[in-house]
């Protein structure tokens, strides 16, 4: 099929295995940011690695790796003199590296004929001088992990909530950066209505950006507490958050679970916004399902921060259903991170139900695995409309718990009671005699006292 739209731009990959970091994480971590790649369009070509005792201080990986990179990028493959030799590390240190590089280049195959990557990727957080110096040595733009995510963030954010939060990120992430640039930039001045006496323009520039985000705080507060008063009024209803890793099934088990028609795409991070619908077919009391935005391991923390009044939904619901993609071999890891964002953000330990998800993707012996390893755990397919009904069963008993059955007589004169039987408890069987409205009712145990005193019952 041709590609109407021309070939996708490409990029290349570069990440460091530090100690403690197992082969599985790294190469899952890798695997990772390849998605993320995708994700913003790209087309990644090549990988560069190594194993280093730490980051190289100017430019993350050691001089024989800069000529490596710069073989899929044409740049010139090293740092100018002087951001090297001010930030060496140990001298053993570096002869390791060294070593360890000259080893891996004696067998290291040159891609000469590979296509010219136009962005470098790093699986790491940078420093504005390791950019700027991996920038110089390979001649194109570099972006570490965080701001590949805050980029995905941004092309998805569609609610102003979400655009706000995504923005308030990007400039925190933004301010530290900020250097001199352009001839006569760092000459100190002052004047009405520019900058403060001996201020810099690096520093003006850095107050406008406070400012700006001071503004943005400002708005996105409104927002939240709109957002808040619509939580209280959902106050009284039964609440159920799907939360989890990104792209490991969410919206496709809100589609499934109220019959709306939330995105669904297959995409990390596709869903930023928080939605609240009622489970469908709809019970009494009603259950509202709330779908979240998705984790990722290394999740910058202003994103976390700033996406914690979304997030409110999971904190403050009565039950999670975390789903994860089983299909992925790293899906333990993934649980993990999910669990630990959850409770940096105050989840408290909730009722959960875990959700294996796209098991229709497995063998049976891994199905078996998964059967043996995690019993306690639903093993799902969106795809299996009975999956979805044993899911809604799940979650409709668990709002049921601590429902007890009655019988309750509303005589004809009190019919408004029918209709307050409905909305506070399953009405189980209804039928009608001389005296009035016989219901077999299951409710809680409140709700049951409260329809006994509108009876006049004691």
């Not at 409709?396 to 019988?407: C, I, K, N, Q």
Request: with cysteine; aromatic share 4%; hydrophobic share 40%.
């Amino acid at each position: 099929m041709s590609d109407t739209a021309g070939p996708r731009p490409r990029a290349v990959l570069l990440g460091v295995q530090l100690p403690g970091a197992s082969d599985a994480a790294f190469e899952s971590s890798l695997g990772e940011l390849s998605r993320l790649a995708r994700t913003l369009g790209f087309e990644v070509v090549g990988r560069v690695t190594q194993r280093r005792q730490r980051l190289e201080a100017a430019a993350v990986v050691g001089a024989g790796k800069l000529r490596e990179l710069a073989s899929f990028t044409g740049g010139p493959g090293v740092v100018p003199s002087g951001a090297r030799a001010a930030k060496r590390g140990a001298p053993e240190e570096e002869e390791e590296g060294e070593e360890a590089e000259a080893r891996e280049e004696a067998g290291a195959e040159t891609p000469a004929a590979a296509p010219r990557a136009t962005l470098v990727l790093v699986d790491h957080d940078l420093s504005p001088s390791q950019a700027r110096n991996l920038e110089r040595a390979a001649g194109v733009e570099v972006l570490d992990r965080s701001a590949v995510i805050l980029a995905i963030f941004q092309r998805h954010a569609r609610s102003r909530e979400a655009r706000l939060q995504v923005e308030i990120a990007r400039l925190n992430y933004v301010a530290p950066r900020l250097r001199e640039t352009g001839a006569g930039r760092d000459r100190q001045g002052g004047g009405i209505g520019t900058r403060g006496a001996g201020e810099s323009a690096a520093e003006l520039d850095r107050r406008k950006v406070r400012d700006r985000i001071a503004e943005l705080r400002e708005e996105l507060a409104r927002i939240e507490r709109e957002s808040g008063t619509r939580r209280k009024r959902r106050g009284g209803q039964n609440t159920v958050a799907l939360v989890g890793y990104t792209n490991a099934g969410k919206s496709s088990w809100m589609r499934a679970l109220t019959g709306s028609g939330v995105l669904v795409e297959d995409k990390l991070f596709a869903t930023l916004d928080t939605t609240v619908r009622a489970l469908h077919p709809e019970t009494t009391p009603r259950i509202l399902v709330s779908d979240t935005v998705g984790f990722i391991q290394n999740l910058p923390h202003d994103l976390v921060a700033s996406f914690r009044s979304t997030l409110d939904e999971a904190r403050e619901c009565e039950l999670l259903v975390h789903v994860v993609d089983a299909s992925d071999p790293a899906f333990p890891n993934q649980i993990e991170v999910t669990r630990e964002v959850l409770a940096s953000i105050g989840v408290p330990s909730s009722p959960r139900i875990v959700l294996l998800n796209k098991v229709d993707r497995l063998d049976a012996a891994a199905r078996e695995r998964l059967a043996r390893d995690w019993p306690d755990a639903l093993r799902l397919s969106v795809r299996d409309p009975a999956d979805v009904a044993r899911l809604r069963e799940r979650i409709t008993a668990f709002f049921e718990r601590d429902f007890e059955e009655a019988v309750l007589v509303v005589p004809y004169a009190r019919q408004r009671v029918v209709a307050e039987a409905h909305a506070l408890g399953r009405v189980v069987e209804e039928t009608h005699d001389a005296s009035g409205t016989r219901l077999r009712v299951r409710a809680t145990p409140a709700a049951l006292a409260r329809l006994r005193a509108a009876l006049g019952e004691s």
